[in-house]
């Protein structure tokens, strides 16, 4: 079978996977690493935006990917992709918001179906990495500032105002000046003893 064949029938993923699954540590080994998917597969369908460990949200995350995109593909008639979904969704009443939701809103995407974010980390505790898994299009407000010079942010209205003392500072001492130069020329034209002598 060559390379042409094998992408009509797996469809390729937008996001970068790596060679080897990630070693998911858990008490009850491979069968408790799929569990963990699983249960995070469907928290991501079901919420639309999950913060868990980075490492195995980025995990689930190709298999979230993988999940929709053969639900675009082949549709909820065919029976592999319908038993793909039984598996990966525990609740069954997401099976039906997969089909009926999330394959209008993205069968026209051009790019990955998921977003995620490295979350902060806190400055107590175990040091472990967070991030925060969502699907694009999701009812929440956006996690990122699209507008760069937004006049309300705190930064921006804290330097305009010192911008405007700053200005009125400079305005003041300039008024000044104008004000001492304009009485020194007063005096210069009140007192004509004191004006140098016009050489003849």
């Not at 460990?53 to 008639?77: F, P, V």
């Not at 806190?122 to 699907?135: P, Q």
């Not at 990122?144 to 200005?167: E, M």
């Amino acid at each position: 079978m060559n390379q042409a064949d094998i992408s009509k029938i797996v469809s390729k993923l937008r996001i970068k996977v790596p060679p080897e699954h990630r070693r998911l540590r858990g008490p009850q080994g491979p069968e408790g690493r799929l569990n963990k998917l699983r249960k995070t597969v469907t928290g991501l369908i079901k919420y639309e935006r999950i913060e868990l460990n980075y490492r195995r949200g980025d995990e689930a995350r190709q298999y979230a990917e993988r999940l929709i995109s053969e639900a675009i593909s082949h549709g909820d008639c065919h029976k592999p992709t319908m038993e793909i979904a039984d598996y990966w969704l525990l609740e069954k009443q997401l099976v039906h918001k997969l089909f009926k939701v999330l394959v209008p809103r993205y069968e026209n995407y051009n790019t990955a179906f998921t977003k995620m974010y490295k979350a902060p980390q806190t400055y107590y505790g175990r040091n472990i990495d967070k991030a925060v898994l969502e699907l694009r299009g999701n009812p929440y407000p956006s996690l990122t500032n699209k507008q760069s010079n937004n006049r309300l942010l705190l930064q921006n209205v804290l330097l305009d105002a010192a911008k405007y003392d700053y200005r009125q500072a400079k305005y003041a001492e300039m008024a000044d000046k104008m004000s001492k130069t304009e009485e020194l020329q007063t005096k210069l034209d009140n007192n004509p003893e004191s004006k140098p002598s016009e050489s003849s």
